[in-house]
């Protein structure tokens, strides 16, 4: 089956049953292997993708349902053009083995959209769902308030 | 290749001595150079094992595997620091599976002798034990050994290499090499030179004599080096083994007897194939595969396929379990490592402590569920991308579950989506092997699902303590520890390696008898149990076990002397080893230890000396309208030498919250012979707003110069103590058993 996909801007195609989760159409179906598989019921937020700017767990999404225009961390900024909030995570090293940190960045992205000054209790609210083995908390929460502070100095 | 030989040849002349006078070892295996397994191509000259000169800057070729410890970095920095190169002229690749890169470092993990006796030692560790992980071709990364395996080993290869090329800048400007100096990737002299433009010349090269830099020199080590992987992990660019991706691949998972080791009686492949996208369902003999167009239509018909179980042969829940265990005890102890002075006399006497403490079984769970890519091609050979601990073996492995001779076996090891301990098995890589070989030509990516992860682990193992002992007045004078644990160590080396070296069982009782307490009568025996639940090597392995024994028991002694729980500690410590005294004199002072008691909260203390570094930890809790917060934690270590503190900082922190989550609320437990935990849901670790904040201090007293604990593994086991002695400070009740979410109401 055949289905269109809006992924970064870009009009794409996988040929993939309709029930098939969009985080696998990313990975398998067109080898945009950036957002990750952490558990698949909703429980980690290593999946996790903008659509239409909110945050979601591409792991629970039918490709067959998505209407809207998805944005990946491939789409957020690449090496050499790196959007704030991910200068913000290099700037406090936050990564350790590094796998869950595509969600964390996308979570974060549609945190600071809507709340562009959050407090230490919305990061925690908004950050919840996103899951790190490694315990990087402590870096991801100074990256997100460093990086509000970076979108309100432009 | 010629100037690496001195590397080794330096490192061994005194050992090819030592074993000539007829030991265990042949001198020649001992001092054989190592191939370099490394191929020049264009553009790219390899200097030794580990330096690749590029047109551009330098590839370092790590020994060890990266799985978010920063391991990558630190190598680099190591070869670096005598190279002369730029940061931003550094990348780091891992090695192939190769003798070169054995881990030299895994002889400070062969010792039965506490190390912080061994630590201020001078390092002149058995010449035969040293030979150890290169005759075996130990290319293992794990016991938190990274570093210090890397530390001569990496500098030698960047001064051999600097060394070369200036040798070939010499030669070209016909004056003496020690007139040349060398900068940011260039020879610089009456007329200056990159390195790319030397290397081709450098190869044939070999300095006469390599000296290191002196530490006060160094300008990268003992620095915050901004992690050589950390845009990429920013970027979502990072290649785990789970995103490679080749052109025409198929996807598959696997779905494997949960009865751990029962057989496979039969199965019926029919309800799968109705899945869209499902091509073939593969009987692996142990199990099955299924492929398809993509990995969740073949995760969502392997749970379709009907399949016979055999049983296993074990208990069937985990109550029955701890039952066996405990059987343990009735026999004589078979690992005492420690027997200080004279217990039974000094116990005799009466008036004792006593305790009895119990822990589960504990699953890793990495974040990236474990995977495996493997193409078998028309010509025979077989190519695997699979992050993996040991690449050696691994590719052993795989070669003997298809049949090819090992040259026929090409293995990638890409970064890891974490490790802990959880991928030292070949499973995976064995696993994709096979079904790589039903799919003859075209490669196929497995991936296990999360439930599959958890479920298929070897675990930490399950353990009951006995702890017993005396106070005269305030003073400690007698302890006598006693574990009943299967043994994590020969579970898995019997499974890997097919048999386990016999003598006393390290694991069962490290964290217990290696501790610096100066109480006079100390013994700690580890009784091992023959429970066959697979079991594996889990963050700090028996540390994370003993220490919550322990420490537990300790701060129960404390309370019993009516004493200040981190004082009692000091005091025992303070004659017997200065530097684990510092750490928690150091842990007082930053957490301001006596006025963080007050109404509400509570603050535990637990300490832990493992893989060669004391680490203190103390913990505040706090009661709430939701329950029980963990709110602020206090880390203070010693390592030695610390090579780069922000690594440390992240390893100390991320390793405390892996504790603190098993403390919480990890446990695996069986029923009906399966485990029960399943996904994130029923094995929850920390999460943003539990976690506790962090403040950690490194201290750099601990052994001779140049001794290097770990940093990965120590922050784990003080963890579930110091959690435990916070909330008997808190509410009087003593958690005996984990996790502790069990009897206490934590905050979601
Ligand atoms: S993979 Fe989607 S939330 Fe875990
Ligand atoms: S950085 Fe490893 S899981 Fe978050």
New binding site residues.
């Given amino acids: 089956m055949t289905i269109q996909l809006t992924v970064n801007g870009a009009a794409l195609t996988v040929d993939l049953p309709g029930d098939v989760p969009l985080?696998w159409a990313l990975r398998d179906g067109l080898g945009m292997t950036g957002t990750k598989?952490?558990?698949?019921?909703?429980?980690?937020?290593?999946?996790t993708v903008l659509v239409d700017g909110a945050a979601v767990?591409?792991?629970?999404m039918p490709i067959g349902e998505v209407t809207g225009q998805i944005t990946t961390i491939e789409g957020l900024g690449q090496p050499g053009n790196l959007a704030l909030i991910q200068q913000a995570w290099i700037k406090h090293q936050v990564a350790q083995c590094g796998y869950c940190q595509s969600g964390q960045i996308m979570q974060a992205t549609a945190l600071l959209a809507e709340n562009p000054a959050p407090s230490d209790s919305d990061i925690d609210a908004a950050m919840q769902g996103n899951l790190c083995r490694c315990g990087t908390y402590p870096r991801i929460r100074a990256a997100i308030h460093e990086a509000a502070q970076m979108m309100k100095a432009g | 290749m010629a100037n690496w030989k001195k590397i080794t040849r330096r490192s061994f002349m005194v050992l090819g001595a030592a074993v000539a006078g007829g030991a265990a070892f042949g001198v020649y295996k001992v001092t054989e150079v190592p191939p370099n397994p490394l191929q020049a191509a264009a553009g790219a000259v390899p200097l030794n094992p580990w330096v690749i000169i590029n047109a551009d800057g330098v590839t370092v070729i790590a020994p060890r595997a990266e799985m978010g410890q920063g391991i990558s970095t630190t190598l680099a920095a190591l070869v670096a620091e005598e190279l002369d190169v730029d940061w931003a002229q550094v990348r780091v690749l891992h090695g192939p599976p190769a003798q070169a890169y054995f881990n030299a470092g895994f002889v400070d993990r062969m010792s039965n002798v506490p190390d912080f006796i061994n630590a201020s030692a001078p390092k002149s560790h058995n010449a035969i034990m040293a030979a150890v992980p290169k005759i075996f071709s130990m290319q293992l990364t794990g016991g938190s050994t990274g570093a210090i395996g890397g530390f001569e080993q990496m500098r030698l290869a960047g001064a051999t290499a600097r060394e070369a090329l200036k040798a070939a800048a010499a030669q070209r400007l016909g004056v003496s090499a020690d007139q040349l100096k060398t900068e940011a990737g260039m020879v610089i002299g009456s007329q200056s030179f990159t390195y790319a433009e030397l290397a081709e010349e450098a190869v044939a090269l070999v300095p006469s004599d390599v000296p290191l830099r002196d530490p006060s020199s160094w300008r990268y080590l003992g620095k915050p080096m901004p992690r050589l992987d950390m845009e990429a992990k920013s970027t979502g660019t990072a290649q785990f083994g789970i995103d490679t991706w080749l052109p025409g691949m198929k996807f598959a998972t696997v779905r494997m007897n949960p009865k751990r080791g029962g057989a496979m009686k039969g199965f019926d492949p029919a309800p799968a194939m109705d899945i869209a996208g499902v091509e073939k369902v593969i009987d692996l003999g142990t199990g099955i595969a299924v492929v398809a167009s993509n990995t969740w239509s073949a995760i969502q018909a392997a749970a379709l396929v009907e399949i016979d179980w055999g049983h296993a042969d074990y208990p069937t829940d985990s109550e029955k379990m701890m039952v066996r265990i405990e059987r343990a005890f009735l026999e004589e102890a078979d690992s005492r490592l420690r027997d200080d002075g004279d217990v039974q006399t000094e116990l005799a006497k009466g008036g004792l402590i006593e305790a009895e403490y119990r822990i589960p079984f504990l699953a890793h769970a990495a974040m990236e569920p474990l995977n495996a890519v493997a193409w078998l091609k028309a010509d025979g050979t077989l190519e695997i991308w699979c992050g993996n601990q040991a690449p050696i073996m691994t590719r052993d492995a795989c070669a003997a579950a298809v049949g090819l001779e090992a040259d026929k076996v090409t293995l990638h090891t890409p970064v890891m989506g974490g490790g802990f301990g959880g991928r030292t098995d070949t499973v995976p890589a064995v696993l994709a092997a096979k079904v790589a070989l039903e799919l003859r030509g075209t490669p196929v990516k497995v991936t296990w699902s999360r439930e599959e992860d958890m479920t298929q682990d070897y675990y930490r193992p399950a353990a009951i303590a006995r702890l017993t002992g005396r106070l005269d007045g305030q003073k400690a004078t007698a302890l006598w520890g006693k574990t009943a644990v299967p043994s994590a160590a020969r579970n898995a080396l019997n499974r890997m390696l097919g048999f386990a070296p016999p003598g006393p069982d390290r694991g069962s009782v490290e964290g217990g008898f290696d501790q610096p307490y100066g109480i006079p009568n100390y013994r700690y025996d580890g009784h091992i149990s023959d429970l066959s639940v697979p079991l594996g090597f889990w963050r700090s392995v028996g540390n994370s076990m003993n220490a919550f024994f322990l420490e537990s028991f300790i701060d129960e002694m404390a309370h019993a002397a009516g004493a200040d729980p981190l004082a009692f500690r000091l005091e025992l410590m303070e004659a017997t080893h200065a530097p684990s005294a510092a750490v928690l004199a150091k842990v007082r002072d930053m957490s301001g230890w006596d006025a963080l008691k007050r109404p509400g909260f509570g603050r535990g203390v637990a300490f832990c000396y493992s893989f060669g570094t004391p680490t203190a930890q103390v913990l505040e809790v706090q009661e709430t309208a939701d329950g029980i917060r963990m709110t602020r934690a206090w880390i203070a270590c010693d390592p030695g030498l610390a090579l780069d503190p922000s690594i440390i900082e992240a390893q100390m922190t991320g390793a405390m919250v892996y504790g603190l989550s098993a403390a919480v609320q990890g446990a695996i437990t069986f029923a009906d012979q399966q485990v029960v935990e399943t996904n994130f849901y029923d094995y929850e670790p920390l999460r943003m707003q539990n976690t506790p904040s962090f403040e950690v201090a490194i201290l750099q007293n601990n052994g001779k110069f140049g001794h290097m604990g770990g940093v990965g593994e120590p922050g784990t086991p003080p963890a579930a103590p110091a959690l435990a002695n916070a909330l008997f400070d808190l509410t009087g009740r003593r958690g005996r058993s984990l996790p502790l979410g069990q009897e206490f109401d934590f905050a979601a």
């Fill in positions: 985080l598989f952490g558990c698949g019921v909703a429980a980690c937020g290593a999946c767990r591409s792991c629970q």
